[in-house]
């Protein structure tokens, strides 16, 4: 399903729950605090920017507080119920470094009283990636990476070149990377790099050398 089309499903699904729902009365205290780890290693991730989402009668959410977490991965905010709100979220923001462990968007079950709700991420970490192509049919490369959507990572081009790409991996996790092309027949070729997990917590640097004999016909 279309991820545009997902998302209006969504809106409206909880669109309709809001309507059937009665708020929560004004003035409500709730505290809501937890930790934001890197699942690979345990450790805390510093600087994450947490928001507390109130669920209106009438519409999907709208933000209401936001914090960040301290150099141990911990945050804390204290809300009051506007007289508006039929349910409350607290969710850890990710970014393009950050892929969820687990579901980054909460509910807050327990409104009045104090929560402690913690979220995990893998952190991904930059590889340099050194790309040479050697004698190859001179036709445009696609890239694929399981992190990075395909239109941000340019496509090779030419028969000898020597191209690097950043992009942000796991290191924790063997990843694969995917290089496709067509030919003039209208064949579609792929190789499929495997790259091996590091255990390398920072930037890493790969050379991948790509000949003809690499690609095999998928089609």
Not at 57 to 76: E, H, K, L, R, V
Not at 129 to 153: K, Q, V
Not at 203 to 219: C, K, M, R, V, Y
Request: hydrophobic share 35%.
């Amino acid at each position: 399903m279309p991820l545009k089309l997902t998302i209006t499903l969504l809106f409206f699904s909880f669109l309709m729950m809001s309507q059937c729902e009665e708020p929560f009365p004004a003035g409500i205290e709730t505290t809501v605090s937890g930790t934001v780890i890197d699942e690979t290693n345990d450790l805390p991730l510093e600087g994450r920017k947490i928001k507390i989402l109130e669920n209106l009668q009438n519409a999907p959410w709208q933000s209401i507080d936001s914090t960040t977490t301290d150099s141990d991965g911990y945050y804390s905010m204290t809300f009051q119920t506007s007289g508006q709100g039929v349910r409350y979220y607290v969710e850890a923001i990710q970014d393009d470094s950050l892929q969820p462990f687990s579901n980054n968007l909460r509910q807050i079950d327990s409104i009045g009283n104090f929560n402690t709700i913690d979220f995990s991420f893998f952190k991904l970490y930059p590889y340099t990636i050194t790309i040479s192509g050697e004698d190859l049919i001179d036709t445009p490369i696609a890239i694929r990476s399981n992190y990075t959507s395909t239109n941000s990572i340019d496509p090779l081009v030419g028969s000898n070149f020597i191209e690097t790409r950043v992009l942000l991996i796991s290191p924790y996790y063997n990843h694969e990377l995917k290089f496709s092309r067509t030919l003039e027949t209208g064949e579609i070729q792929r190789y499929v790099h495997w790259i091996e997990a590091s255990n390398i917590y920072g930037p890493n640097e790969l050379d991948i050398t790509l000949t003809d004999e690499l690609f095999e016909t998928i089609n």
